[in-house]
């Protein structure tokens, strides 16, 4: 039974991380709208769009989905940091022992000897260890092509 709350969790925690991205919505009729997800409603997976664009091209400001209308969400945008990935390059790259990095795929987020935290926003920590996973950082996006 523990199973069944630990997905639902992670559904839902996917879900929470679209919020604000562009995505394809696919109704059950057939409809496709491409906007962005403003927000869903838990219990019946109705989601709400904003700055919506029909299949034909008709534009609207806002279109709301009834989940039992709802075919397929597809995710617009591609997520650039990876927190999985990024553990695997301060290990790899960095000389940061396994033992000291902690991902928390759910949330996207790496944690390094629990004082320092890498999300998509950036690090968070102070001290030599927090610049470190800085400079880290950085290079990781730059071989990503992204930043400097």
């Known amino acids: 039974m523990a199973l069944v709350g630990e997905a639902s969790r992670r559904f839902i925690s996917r879900l929470n991380a679209l919020l604000g991205k562009s995505v394809i919505v696919h ?3 057939g409809k496709v709208y491409k906007g962005i997800l403003y927000g869903f409603d838990q219990s019946t997976l ?7 664009e029909e299949q034909g ?3 609207h400001p806002l279109v709301f989905v009834t989940g039992h209308n709802l075919a397929e969400i597809t995710v617009e945008e591609t997520a650039i940091f990876d927190a999985r990935e990024f553990a695997d390059f301060l290990v790899r790259h960095g000389g940061i022992a396994l033992h000291q990095v902690r ?4 949330l996207n987020i790496v944690e390094v000897s629990r004082s320092v935290k890498v999300s998509k926003d950036g ?4 001290g030599p260890l927090a610049q470190k996973i800085y400079t ?3 290079e990781y996006l730059r071989r990503k092509g992204v930043g400097d």
């Open 27 to 29: 109704t059950m009729k």
């Open 136 to 138: 880290l950082y950085r």
């Open 103 to 106: 991902v928390y795929d759910d």
């Open 123 to 126: 690090v968070e920590g102070a």
């Open 46 to 52: 109705s989601v709400v769009l904003t700055n919506v």
């Open 57 to 59: 091209g008709r534009k």
